[in-house]
């Protein structure tokens, strides 16, 4: 059974400074996404990442993956209030048309 | 253009009943997932269905949930005599093949009394 493991879970953190989220996922995999969720609202595609190596940016945002050790980070640079939301990496293994999400890290950007 | 649409946005029942929720996919979308988002479960696939391929049941929690996609587009996830433990959001997503990014819609929030 595929399993997907975030963390941290909860991460509040000063505005400028910078974090990383870390997801772990126990099989080989096609692809890895992450994905944004603000309260009450649906999920919404920042990055999908397809090899070993890989590297996408969107503005503050910075997704990685690392297929040998089963790893991806999101990283954040100089956090802004705006990106206050739950972020979800998703895993989809070789064959399994379907994804299977982490339990998701809540981040708190503080003023 | 539109995104992937879902009504009702809410739907409280009683325990017992059975219910409906329906999602419209994102035009010329082949592959539509069911996805559901309860606090102790998290995110959990459900069932995919991809052009006129058998759909991948593996995900549904029992023999009381079931979906169809009519004509290739709409989709309607059906759950019979529902128990509180099926509250949840549901969650319909589409993508344009299988392999590509799923697209989300705002989903479903189910609430069993």
């Known amino acids: 059974e595929l399993k997907v493991e975030q963390n941290p879970l909860f991460l509040s953190m000063q505005e400028g400074k910078n974090y990383t989220i870390y997801c772990n996922y126990s099989t080989t995999s096609d692809r890895l996404y992450w994905y944004r969720q603000d309260p009450g609202k649906s999920l919404e595609s920042l990055f999908v990442?397809?090899?070993?190596?890989a590297v996408k940016q969107e503005g503050r945002l910075m997704a990685s993956l690392d297929t040998k050790a089963r790893l991806s980070t999101l990283h954040i640079t100089a956090a802004v209030h705006d990106l206050s939301a739950t972020y979800f990496c998703?895993?989809?293994?070789?064959?399994?048309?379907?994804?299977?999400f982490g339990s998701g890290t809540q981040l708190t950007v503080l003023p | 253009g539109a995104g992937v649409s879902q009504s009702p946005s809410n739907k409280v029942t009683e325990k017992g009943k059975d219910v409906e929720l329906r999602c419209d996919p994102i035009?010329?979308?082949?592959?539509l997932y069911w996805y559901r988002q309860s606090l102790g479960q998290g995110l959990e696939f459900l069932i995919y269905?991809?052009?006129?391929?058998?759909?991948?049941k593996s995900g549904l929690p029992s023999d009381r949930f079931s979906a169809e996609r009519t004509g290739g587009s709409v989709s309607t996830l059906t759950i019979q005599r529902t128990q509180q433990e099926d509250s949840a959001v549901y969650l319909c997503?589409?993508?344009?093949?299988?392999?590509?990014?799923?697209?989300f819609g705002p989903g479903t929030r189910l609430t069993v009394l």
């Open positions: 998703a895993v989809e293994p070789f064959a399994l048309r379907q994804l299977t």
């Open positions: 997503a589409s993508s344009l093949l299988l392999s590509d990014t799923q697209y």
């Open positions: 035009s010329g979308h082949t592959a």
């Open positions: 269905f991809q052009g006129n391929s058998a759909p991948d």
């Open positions: 990442l397809l090899s070993n190596g």
